[in-house]
């Protein structure tokens, strides 16, 4: 998966639609093996991005779970620490 794709599950306030859409973009420049189309290809390209991101709002507003919602500054002070851990920065 690529990396700049985060969990957008269960956070408390819900994923932003520009959250969303930011992951169906890495999501379709991935599976494109491209990070900008061509010109032939780009109402195709950006047709994907919005199907996709329309999808994944459908998808987690439909998810269920018992968990309590995760908190963005915690989950991301847990993300430096691992960072740090890994790359000692």
């Given at each position: 998966m690529c990396r700049n794709i985060r969990p957008?599950?269960?956070f408390e306030p819900p994923a932003t639609s520009?959250?969303?859409t930011a992951a169906a973009l890495q999501y379709v420049r991935k599976v494109a093996g491209t990070?900008?189309?061509?010109?032939a290809n780009e109402?195709?390209?950006?047709?994907a991005v919005k199907e996709i991101a329309h999808i994944t709002?459908?998808?987690?507003q439909d998810?269920?779970?018992?968990?309590p919602?995760?908190?963005?500054?915690v989950e991301a002070a847990k993300a430096r620490a691992r960072a740090q851990l890994r790359y000692g920065t």
């Amino acid at each position: 998966m690529c990396r700049n794709i985060r969990p957008l599950n269960n956070f408390e306030p819900p994923a932003t639609s520009d959250e969303v859409t930011a992951a169906a973009l890495q999501y379709v420049r991935k599976v494109a093996g491209t990070t900008k189309p061509s010109q032939a290809n780009e109402e195709v390209f950006y047709a994907a991005v919005k199907e996709i991101a329309h999808i994944t709002e459908h998808l987690l507003q439909d998810l269920v779970t018992t968990a309590p919602p995760k908190n963005r500054e915690v989950e991301a002070a847990k993300a430096r620490a691992r960072a740090q851990l890994r790359y000692g920065t």
